[in-house]
């Protein structure tokens, strides 16, 4: 593992770029402990959005959702420890004091977290579960990334039923309104509006702690909640009412695996002094605050959160928990592109345009297509379930899901990276997930009122990813059987005429001949004097140093092989990454220099290979929709020639 210190060798000024972007830009400051301010309240800016904004509707729902709790004294204390413990041992024992410590060479996630563990697997059948885990994972995460905009700019605007009652049936449209605008600005990135990030998400947590401190100071009997025992006196006096509770509990919790998630782009150190010093006191203040309310005036489980307010701050309330969630909303938007593009570069999605929206931040990106699938989902969720205690039964399913598989993966981790005694790991491991299993479980009845939309996304998207996944390698089989060996294709084409300048094919194997040179040779009987067969791997880690980007090895009669290593994280740039081959006295000056790729095109055909027919068609379909290598591996267009091949799956 990397110290925590050199993880803080960000560069400062980016530290608005958004929650999922890939950090790739990480020099040393001169000084970490200077740096270390600015990457903390980056860190509150888009980290802890989503957990922040969560005091909007977690206590609400818990008494006046679908399974409301009586507002009683011992109910309210209980459900406050219960509160309180589910954040402490979920987020800050499982994800802020032990996952941190289980990073991808600095970077956090599922993908990554699956990356790490299949490096390490000791047997192909694990390192099959592994990847299917982690795959699901990412699967949930897309679902949630659906639900996640909808419920907390929702749960803010519905304020406006607190502050003018008769506006009531304005919270749906403004609140497609401002997704609308969210969504339309992604492709400008968010460069300018981060720089509001931190500041903005800074007063809403003083604002969280100082309502909260308001109340507690006028009712501080409250304080008792710190105790567990009113948490195990309620769950064990109400083992039904506590099981159903759960359910609506974990919505306190959600956005803690976000911590894990974004790790990279700050590291683990300011994300814990952010926790720790700011983040976790707000939070639990404002929860106590609320249960403070609640103890003296049962009726404001209307909105406890807005009923803590004095009424002259009724409309600053609303603007400023308004902006926070549209900045929660950012952060998963922008935690979407960057699964999105993991993804693509992991084999589990086809190429898709990835658009760099700023010239110095490449962590800066913006997916069109994610994009705009992501907002058609969530203006669908706005309209469709009304209000944000309709979807917070959508809400709990996908994260505890999420949640449930880091600690499977967690456990791995243990035993086969950190070398951990298997009764220990056993320990640890299983004890969490005996409470991920819990609330798990208790949102799992909450399927029929909503939580089946994550679920059936999820699978969606698992179904989308494992079927790309497997399509790819058989369609890797299928070139591999069509091949020729390279050194007899050198043999047979010696008295072949050889014209002036260099041809770069780009080939998706690392054996045999390109199906485009083939076709080439065919057609045009020519070969240039320079033959590079380039191949683009994606390693198993974030980011490959330059010093490793490439491998070159000269075989015979002016031809030689190309091996291109990027990170997950990383974007491929196939001209950049040819100048590194001035190390092995090979240069490629891009006006004499023609790329040859293959254009695939698949037809599919009655085969259990993809498990099923319409796989195989939905295979077909997504690689006809791919983006082209040409734009994908930013090839000038002027310097490449596309050539046709139909493959069979």
Same mark, same amino acid.
């Given at each position: 593992?990397?110290?925590?210190?050199?993880?803080?060798?960000?560069?400062?000024?980016?530290?608005?770029?958004?929650?999922?972007?890939?950090?790739?830009?990480?020099?040393?400051?001169?000084?970490?402990?200077?740096?270390?301010?600015?990457?903390?309240?980056?860190?509150?800016?888009?980290?802890?959005?989503?957990?922040?904004?969560?005091?909007?509707?977690?206590?609400?729902?818990?008494?006046?959702?679908?399974?409301?709790?009586?507002?009683?004294?011992?109910?309210?204390?209980?459900?406050?420890?219960?509160?309180?413990?589910?954040?402490?041992?979920?987020?800050?024992?499982?994800?802020?004091?032990?996952?941190?410590?289980?990073?991808?060479?600095?970077?956090?996630?599922?993908?990554?977290?699956?990356?790490?563990?299949?490096?390490?697997?000791?047997?192909?059948?694990?390192?099959?579960?592994?990847?299917?885990?982690?795959?699901?994972?990412?699967?949930?995460?897309?679902?949630?990334?659906?639900?996640?905009?909808?419920?907390?700019?929702?749960?803010?605007?519905?304020?406006?039923?607190?502050?003018?009652?008769?506006?009531?049936?304005?919270?749906?449209?403004?609140?497609?309104?401002?997704?609308?605008?969210?969504?339309?600005?992604?492709?400008?990135?968010?460069?300018?509006?981060?720089?509001?990030?931190?500041?903005?998400?800074?007063?809403?947590?003083?604002?969280?702690?100082?309502?909260?401190?308001?109340?507690?100071?006028?009712?501080?009997?409250?304080?008792?909640?710190?105790?567990?025992?009113?948490?195990?006196?309620?769950?064990?006096?109400?083992?039904?009412?506590?099981?159903?509770?759960?359910? %609506?509990?974990?919505? =306190? +919790? #959600? *956005?803690?695996?976000?911590?894990? @998630?974004?790790?990279?782009? /700050?590291?683990?150190?300011? !994300?814990?002094?952010?926790?720790?010093?700011?983040?976790?006191?707000?939070?639990?203040?404002?929860?106590?605050?609320?249960?403070?309310?609640?103890?003296?005036?049962?009726?404001?489980?209307?909105?406890?959160?807005?009923?803590?307010?004095?009424?002259?701050?009724?409309?600053?309330?609303?603007?400023?928990?308004?902006?926070?969630?549209?900045?929660?909303?950012?952060?998963?938007?922008?935690?979407?592109?960057?699964?999105?593009?993991?993804?693509?570069?992991?084999?589990?999605?086809?190429?898709?345009?990835?658009?760099?929206?700023?010239?110095?931040?490449?962590?800066?990106?913006?997916?069109?297509?994610?994009?705009?699938?992501?907002?058609?989902?969530?203006?669908?969720?706005?309209?469709?379930?009304?209000?944000?205690?309709?979807?917070?039964? %959508?809400?709990?399913? =996908? +994260? #505890? *899901?999420?949640?449930?598989?880091? @600690?499977?993966?967690?456990? /791995?981790?243990?035993?086969? !990276?950190?070398?951990?005694?298997?009764?220990?790991?056993?320990?640890?491991?299983?004890?969490?997930?005996?409470?991920?299993?819990?609330?798990?479980?208790?949102?799992?009845?909450?399927?029929?009122?909503?939580?089946?939309?994550?679920?059936?996304?999820?699978?969606?998207?698992?179904?989308?990813?494992?079927?790309?996944?497997?399509?790819?390698?058989?369609?890797?089989?299928?070139?591999?059987?069509?091949?020729?060996?390279?050194?007899?294709?050198?043999?047979?084409?010696?008295?072949?005429?050889?014209?002036?300048?260099?041809?770069?094919?780009?080939?998706?194997?690392?054996?045999?001949?390109?199906?485009?040179?083939?076709?080439?040779?065919?057609?045009?009987?020519?070969?240039?004097?320079?033959?590079?067969?380039?191949?683009?791997?994606?390693?198993?880690?974030?980011?490959?140093?330059?010093?490793?980007?490439?491998?070159?090895?000269?075989?015979?009669?002016?031809?030689?092989?190309? !091996?291109?290593?990027?990170?997950?994280?990383?974007?491929?740039?196939?001209?950049?990454?040819?100048?590194?081959?001035?190390?092995?006295?090979?240069?490629?000056?891009?006006?004499?220099?023609?790329?040859?790729?293959?254009?695939?095109?698949?037809?599919?055909?009655?085969?259990?290979?993809?498990?099923?027919?319409?796989?195989?068609?939905?295979?077909?379909?997504?690689?006809?929709?791919?983006?082209?290598?040409?734009?994908?591996?930013?090839?000038?267009?002027?310097?490449?020639?596309?050539?046709?091949?139909?493959?069979?799956?």
């Amino acid at each position: 593992m990397v110290p925590d210190d050199r993880r803080c060798g960000h560069v400062v000024r980016g530290w608005w770029r958004g929650a999922g972007l890939d950090g790739a830009t990480k020099v040393q400051v001169m000084d970490s402990k200077r740096a270390m301010p600015s990457l903390t309240i980056g860190a509150i800016g888009v980290v802890f959005g989503d957990i922040g904004t969560s005091p909007l509707y977690a206590l609400r729902e818990i008494f006046n959702g679908h399974h409301p709790i009586p507002v009683t004294p011992g109910n309210i204390l209980g459900i406050l420890s219960l509160v309180l413990w589910a954040i402490m041992v979920l987020v800050t024992l499982k994800y802020v004091l032990i996952l941190m410590r289980a990073d991808n060479r600095g970077e956090g996630g599922s993908l990554a977290l699956l990356s790490l563990v299949v490096t390490h697997a000791r047997s192909a059948r694990l390192a099959w579960v592994v990847s299917m885990l982690g795959i699901f994972a990412a699967a949930l995460f897309f679902g949630d990334s659906m639900i996640t905009p909808a419920i907390s700019v929702l749960s803010a605007v519905e304020g406006i039923g607190i502050v003018a009652p008769g506006l009531e049936a304005w919270v749906v449209p403004v609140t497609v309104l401002i997704l609308t605008v969210l969504f339309a600005i992604q492709r400008r990135g968010t460069g300018v509006v981060g720089l509001f990030f931190g500041p903005v998400m800074v007063v809403w947590f003083a604002v969280l702690g100082a309502l909260g401190m308001v109340e507690i100071v006028r009712y501080p009997e409250i304080l008792a909640a710190l105790s567990p025992l009113h948490a195990v006196a309620f769950v064990v006096d109400h083992p039904a009412l506590a099981f159903l509770a759960l359910g %609506a509990v974990v919505l =306190a +919790v #959600t *956005g803690g695996e976000a911590l894990y @998630t974004d790790m990279g782009h /700050f590291g683990p150190a300011p !994300i814990r002094l952010g926790w720790f010093g700011f983040v976790l006191p707000a939070l639990v203040v404002n929860y106590f605050g609320q249960g403070a309310l609640l103890l003296h005036e049962p009726a404001a489980i209307e909105s406890p959160f807005y009923h803590l307010g004095p009424s002259w701050a009724m409309i600053p309330l609303l603007v400023l928990a308004t902006l926070a969630t549209v900045i929660a909303s950012q952060a998963v938007i922008s935690g979407a592109f960057s699964v999105a593009r993991q993804a693509v570069q992991m084999g589990l999605l086809p190429r898709m345009l990835i658009v760099h929206t700023s010239g110095h931040e490449q962590g800066q990106i913006y997916v069109p297509f994610t994009n705009w699938t992501l907002y058609l989902a969530v203006v669908a969720l706005v309209v469709g379930f009304q209000n944000s205690s309709n979807l917070a039964a %959508a809400y709990g399913i =996908a +994260v #505890t *899901g999420t949640m449930l598989i880091d @600690t499977v993966l967690l456990g /791995f981790v243990m035993v086969l !990276i950190w070398r951990w005694r298997p009764l220990l790991a056993g320990l640890c491991a299983g004890t969490l997930l005996l409470v991920d299993l819990a609330f798990f479980s208790a949102n799992a009845i909450k399927i029929p009122q909503g939580g089946w939309f994550p679920i059936a996304m999820a699978l969606v998207s698992f179904t989308v990813l494992t079927t790309w996944r497997q399509g790819r390698r058989l369609v890797q089989q299928e070139i591999a059987a069509q091949g020729l060996p390279l050194n007899a294709f050198i043999d047979m084409v010696g008295e072949v005429h050889r014209v002036q300048g260099t041809a770069v094919f780009m080939t998706s194997t690392k054996d045999g001949v390109p199906a485009a040179l083939l076709h080439n040779l065919k057609h045009n009987q020519v070969l240039h004097e320079r033959v590079a067969l380039v191949t683009v791997e994606t390693a198993d880690t974030p980011h490959v140093s330059e010093l490793d980007r490439i491998y070159l090895h000269r075989i015979r009669n002016g031809f030689m092989r190309v !091996i291109v290593r990027y990170g997950f994280m990383e974007d491929p740039d196939i001209p950049s990454a040819l100048k590194h081959c001035s190390r092995f006295g090979e240069s490629f000056e891009m006006m004499e220099t023609t790329f040859f790729v293959s254009r695939e095109t698949v037809i599919p055909r009655l085969s259990r290979r993809l498990f099923s027919d319409w796989r195989a068609r939905l295979f077909a379909f997504m690689s006809k929709n791919a983006t082209s290598a040409t734009d994908f591996f930013r090839i000038p267009n002027n310097r490449v020639v596309e050539l046709g091949t139909q493959l069979v799956i």
